[in-house]
């Protein structure tokens, strides 16, 4: 298994640009399907964004689309994903996931076999 972490998150205002990081350690990262979800207080986990292995391939959530990026560095075993415009919605722990040997792109979380520890999003109105 590949051992995910994540970091970046924090407090934020409406309308500021994030960066979130994912940084994984294991097996070959380029063999890695990722993918971003994340949990506000009192909700279930939710889809934000996947990527396939290359990262020629991406597909987002109606909720971020056209505001989040999800890219990948597979010489640095890393995956981010870019927030722009954040709304006070987007508060939540974000978690990084990470399929093996799937050259696809994920989008349910059943599918991954290895999650981070997640990283506190808070934007503030």
């Known amino acids: 298994q590949v051992q995910l972490e994540e970091s970046g998150g924090k407090l934020v205002q409406a309308g500021d640009s994030l960066r979130l990081s994912c940084a994984a350690s294991?097996?070959?990262?380029?063999?890695?399907?990722m993918g971003w979800f994340r949990q506000a207080p009192g909700k279930e986990r939710e889809f934000v964004a996947a990527?396939?292995?290359?990262?020629?391939?991406?597909y987002y959530a109606d909720s971020v689309k056209g505001r989040f990026t999800i890219s990948r560095d597979n010489a640095k075993n890393t995956v981010y994903l870019q927030m722009n415009s954040l709304k006070p919605e987007d508060t939540a722990v974000y978690y990084c996931?990470?399929?093996?040997?799937?050259?696809?792109?994920?989008?349910?979380?059943?599918?991954?076999?290895?999650w981070g520890q997640g990283t506190q999003v808070t934007v503030s109105s």
């Open positions: 996931a990470a399929e093996y040997n799937n050259r696809g792109i994920v989008v349910l979380a059943s599918k991954y076999d290895s």
């Open positions: 294991g097996r070959a990262f380029s063999s890695y399907a």
């Open positions: 990527i396939n292995w290359s990262g020629g391939g991406t």
